[in-house]
């Protein structure tokens, strides 16, 4: 999932810069601000953070901030600033996409953008060397102030790590503030109750959050599967027909199991927990066919043979999720 995040980030650098001049009607909801269909820099547009203590600004010419609608049914935002330098230093842009977006609030960065409300961000030099915020469920967050149909306001933070072209170490974005036009009207999505999730807990007592998940049922078994960097998790029980509390012992069919996603032969030191008799138990707390809502425990222990023997069994506590299904039938 790594290599593909990192090629929508480049495309969406590309499409960023295709998008980037023209001239910006009034937004009403704002005198001070472009509105939709253009993207110049208006008065009162503006793009600024701090990254590894210094102070960043987009530039005031036209195109130096974009913001975008680029995915209407979903709700799927893309916002962009460059910095200019007149001195001929070094120039480095900030770019955040958002996916599962319906309004306001504060959504994680990195995650996929895709099966997780969310998505990521980056940071490009002038030179091709790049930043992007790893697959860990947890490398920052936006939160969104104000989303009309002609504007987005926002504030963020995030830390990212070198990906491309010679960059090395981490880049660490804080006090990020964005307003600015959307180009083009944009809609505001009614999102489909199967869009979107969120799955987290308390790992070892080391707090997790998935960055991509899936979920779904089939004639037989509910499903939810959550990865980040750091941990996969994986539930199963029997297909459930209402809300309820079930038992996750790793018998067969009723399962909860946790491994490192970068484990190799041998396996890694985060892997693997999850035998039959293990103690742990998934909560129901809403149930329909395009959506699934509840909580989970569990203490498990290693597998036999892997590297978590050396480390013991895992206490999983406070877990939630609250998922899109897909179904069969």
């Keep these: 999932m790594r290599p593909i995040c990192l090629s929508l980030f480049a495309a969406l650098c590309v499409v960023a810069t295709a998008c980037a001049g023209g001239d910006s009607p009034t937004d009403p909801d704002d005198p001070g601000n472009g509105g939709g269909g253009g993207g110049g820099a208006t008065s009162g547009t503006r793009m600024t953070a701090t990254i590894d203590g210094q102070t960043w600004s987009a530039g005031t010419a036209a195109g130096s901030v974009v913001a975008l609608q680029h995915a209407p049914r979903s709700g799927g935002y893309l916002i962009t600033g460059i910095e200019v330098l007149a001195n001929g230093g070094v120039n ?6 958002i996916n599962n977006i319906s309004g306001p609030g504060t959504y994680p960065l990195g995650v996929d953008a895709v099966s997780v409300y969310g998505g990521f961000a980056g940071i ?7 930043w992007t915020t790893p697959i860990s469920g947890a490398a920052g967050s936006i939160t969104i102030t104000a989303l009309t149909t002609t504007r987005i306001a926002a504030t963020f933070s995030f830390t990212a790590d070198a990906t491309a072209n010679g960059a090395t170490g981490t880049r660490t974005v804080t006090n990020g503030v964005v307003d600015a036009p959307l180009q083009g009207n944009a809609v505001m999505p009614v999102l489909t109750d199967s869009m979107g999730g969120k799955l987290s807990a308390s790992v070892g007592g080391a707090a997790w959050n ?5 979920a779904g049922t089939s004639a037989t078994h509910l499903s939810i599967s959550g990865i ?44 693997c927990w999850g035998i039959a008799g293990d103690v742990g138990s998934m ?3 809403s149930l329909t066919i395009t959506r699934v809502k509840g909580t989970f ?9 892997t590297a978590a023997v050396a480390i013991g069994q895992l206490v999983i506590t ?12």
């Design 92 to 97: 480095r842009s900030l770019l955040i996409t």
């Design 124 to 130: 490009t030099e002038s030179g091709g060397r790049s």
């Design 210 to 214: 998935a960055a991509i998940i899936a």
């Design 228 to 271: 980040n960097n750091r941990q996969t998790l994986i539930l199963t029980i029997p297909k459930p027909t209402a809300t309820g509390t079930f038992v996750l012992s790793n018998a067969p069919g009723s399962i909860l199991q946790a491994w490192d996603p970068n484990a190799v032969s041998p396996a890694g030191a985060r892997c």
């Design 283 to 285: 909560t129901i707390t």
């Design 297 to 305: 425990t569990a203490t498990l222990r290693p597998q036999p043979g």
């Design 318 to 329: 406070g877990g939630t999720f609250d998922v899109g299904l897909y179904h069969n039938p």
